[in-house]
């Protein structure tokens, strides 16, 4: 199953209910007023002071010293793996993680860095034991095992604290840093009841995702140290990520995290309603704000254009389908999904 697969016909009819992920979200009024007010400068001079704030304010939150605006979750991460690890040395990362998985290898394309992948454990996070033997013994035949990365949330699933406290434990008695791809970070946070400095504290970076759950447009946050915020603002512009008058981006991502945050709650319960609705036809896993579901017979792309005719549009994934729930998906959007895959599947 490709979660990013898209159909290969266009909807027919205006769409009420996207559910291929929540990247769909588009900014709402107050948003976009909050963009169009936003203080703005030469942020390559450092003189946005939106972007200064977002960055700052989104480092103490989580109790880090420091912040870089990126443009995309992938960027965000491949910064942080540069600035950790040099050419020949070595990542211990999960199988399944977008890490490994969804960003092209690009910390081997344009960095030398090798990444072992490990196998993910059902609840999301990497074994111990596994990490302890993946980490190499000092020998010139090996690379120099350099960094940790765990994902929280994975596939859905808010990885339990305490399991991250046991990767995070073995990797730094081995000398090695950890960072998290936290592109779902706060909808971790709200499944598991935990404080957000409880996650962040556990790993020295943590890349967070704005244009997801969140429902900003563009951007992720890097926090971690400043030394390493500092290399990673000099790999940013390497890369080409530099800009300018950003502040109008980072205004949305400002207006996110006060405003959209709590709201999360809202879209696991939507996701439990409907998870609840398609378990009569086939199987049904969900976590936080999403769904997996494989129903009698699998999706196939007559269900996606019979859901497709009534303003549901799923992903383009055959077999088994992955259903996000966000805020832009309302009551009456949630309602006719249902009804329309009781139809097609009853």
Request: aromatic content about 4%; proline content about 3%.
């Amino acid at each position: 199953m490709n979660q990013y697969a898209a159909m290969q016909d266009a909807p027919a009819v205006p769409i009420i209910c996207d559910l291929r992920s929540d990247t769909v979200t588009a900014p709402d009024a107050a948003m976009r007023a909050a963009m169009a007010d936003a203080e703005v400068g030469d942020d390559v001079y450092g003189e946005d002071t939106t972007v200064n704030r977002l960055e700052q304010s989104l480092a103490e939150r989580l109790g880090k010293e420091a912040g870089l605006f990126l443009t995309s979750g992938t960027q965000s991460n491949l910064v942080a793996l540069l600035s950790h690890c040099a050419r020949g040395e070595e990542i211990i990362t999960g199988r399944g993680y977008h890490i490994w998985k969804y960003e092209a290898a690009g910390a081997s394309v344009l960095g030398g860095i090798a990444l072992d992948p490990l196998e993910v454990a059902q609840d999301g996070a990497l074994e111990p034991d596994a990490i302890r033997a993946a980490i190499k013994e000092d020998d010139p035949h090996h690379p120099i095992t350099r960094l940790l990365t765990l994902e929280n949330t994975h596939n859905g699933k808010a990885v339990p604290l305490e399991r991250c406290h046991a990767g995070a434990d073995v990797a730094r008695g081995a000398g090695l840093a950890v960072h998290l791809d936290g592109a779902r970070f706060f909808n971790a946070v709200e499944a598991l009841g935990c404080a957000e400095t409880d996650l962040s504290g556990t790993f020295d970076t943590v890349s967070i995702c704005l244009s997801k759950g969140l429902g900003a447009p563009v951007g992720s946050v890097l926090i971690g140290p400043r030394d390493l915020v500092d290399r990673a603002r000099r790999w940013r512009k390497m890369l080409g990520g530099g800009t300018r008058q950003a502040g109008v981006l980072a205004a949305a991502g400002l207006h996110a995290l006060d405003h959209n945050v709590d709201r999360l709650a809202e879209d696991r319960m939507r996701a439990e309603r409907l998870a609840q609705a398609l378990s009569a036809y086939g199987d049904v896993r969900q976590d936080t704000n999403m769904i997996f579901f494989t129903p009698k017979g699998g999706v196939t792309q007559a269900l996606q254009h019979q859901m497709a005719s009534i303003g549901v549009q799923l992903s383009g994934a055959t077999g088994t389908t992955r259903l996000v729930l966000h805020k832009d998906v309302t009551d009456d959007g949630l309602d006719a999904a249902i009804s329309g895959f009781q139809s097609a599947l009853g």
